[in-house]
């Protein structure tokens, strides 16, 4: 499967609120209605993401004893603390997947409680697979200023409800010039329009 720069924003988006609507999605990103529900059904279909409501099946949770958190901290050298986690992998700055071993949900509420983490999503792991030979994935976001490839983590930037991805300070600084200078012109044209 091939993702592309809206597939990444939109993975991202999602990952930052998993309950934005679709028109919510549409907006953000730039792109009709159509397009993004194209493209969630795809990325579904494919596997990236289950669903984009957060869905809590205590049974299921009960009957495996490992879990899988998407979670947001601001310390996350608290999370070293809990032997409860036995796998912590990085996002972003703040963004974390983690995995817990537990006996049980009361178990899972003193780790969460204890680690301060806020949670995004829960999932229990129903199967590890051990793989041999894992397949190399790489999946580059581009800058949208200069269209170079950002190696490390983007700098995300929000402008008239859109979402925007940079290399560096630099492309950012220069995008916003631009889009300054875009408005300068617009209301230096609707002035003159005005005039006449």
Known sequence: ??????????????????????????????????????RLE?????????R???????????AHNVVALIVKTEEPE???????IIEINRFTSRKYLIKIAIEN??????VIEGAGFEVI??????????????PKVKVPFKCDY?????????????????VY?????????EFKKTRENIEKLKQKEEKEGHRH
């Open 121 to 134: 999503e829960i999932m229990p792991i129903l199967e590890s697979i051990e793989r041999t030979n894992p």
């Open 78 to 84: 608290k999370m070293e603390e809990f032997e409860e």
């Open 105 to 110: 949900m009361e178990e899972l509420r003193k």
């Open 52 to 62: 984009y409501t957060i869905k809590l099946n205590p049974e299921l949770l009960r």
């Open 165 to 173: 991805f940079f290399c560096c300070p630099t492309c950012l600084r």
């Open 1 to 38: 499967m091939k993702i592309d720069d809206l597939d990444l924003k939109l993975i991202y988006l999602l990952m930052d609120n998993s309950r934005l609507s679709i028109s919510e999605l549409a907006e953000r990103l730039g792109v009709s209605r159509p397009t993004v529900k194209s």
């Open 42 to 50: 795809k990325l579904e279909k494919e596997e990236v993401i289950e």
């Open 146 to 162: 200069c269209g170079k490839e950002i190696v490390g983590e983007p700098i995300v930037y929000k402008y008239h409800n859109r």
